[in-house]
C-alpha cells in the first residue's frame, strides 16, 4: 500500500449527515422547513442527519436548499475547525505565522480608542446639559 503526501486519512471520515445537522443549525433552518422541501417527514430528516454517508442526488438537494455547495458538506471537519480556532485563540501568533489566511482579522480601527471617544463625547453631552440646566435656574 503506497501513500501519498496529498492523501486523506482514511480514519477522519467525514459524517455527512452531522455536517447537514451543523450548516442547517448555523442558517437557523429547522428540519421541518427541510422536510417541506425534500417532500418528505421531518423524521425522515432527523435519520438522514444521523448517516454518515447521503447519496450525491439526496445530498445534491439538500445543498441545494441551504444554499451551500455539496463540497462544504462532504469536507467539512468539525473536529478539525474547533481545533483550529482553539489554536487561533490561545496562540494567535503561531496560527496566524504557519497560515496567515486563518483568522487574520485587524479591524482599522484600535477599539479601546473608540470606547474612548465616546466617552468624551458623552462627557461633553453631560456638560452641555449641566450648562442648559444652570441657565434654566438662573432664569427663574
Partial sequence: MTTTLNAMPTNNKVHEGRN??????????KQDYLA???????QAVSLIEQRETIDA???QQIA???????????NFDGEQAISVISNTINNNDSA?????????YQPSFNPVDKMVELYERMLQQQK?????????IEGK
Fill in 20 to 29: 447537514v445537522k451543523r450548516f442547517r443549525e448555523m442558517l437557523g433552518i
Fill in 36 to 42: 417541506v422541501n425534500l417532500d418528505m417527514s421531518q
Fill in 57 to 59: 442526488p439526496l445530498l
Fill in 64 to 74: 441545494d436548499i441551504l444554499k451551500v455547495p455539496v463540497e462544504a458538506i462532504q
Fill in 96 to 104: 496566524t505565522m504557519t497560515n496567515p489566511a486563518i483568522f487574520n
Fill in 128 to 136: 452641555e446639559m449641566i450648562e442648559k440646566l444652570e441657565r434654566l
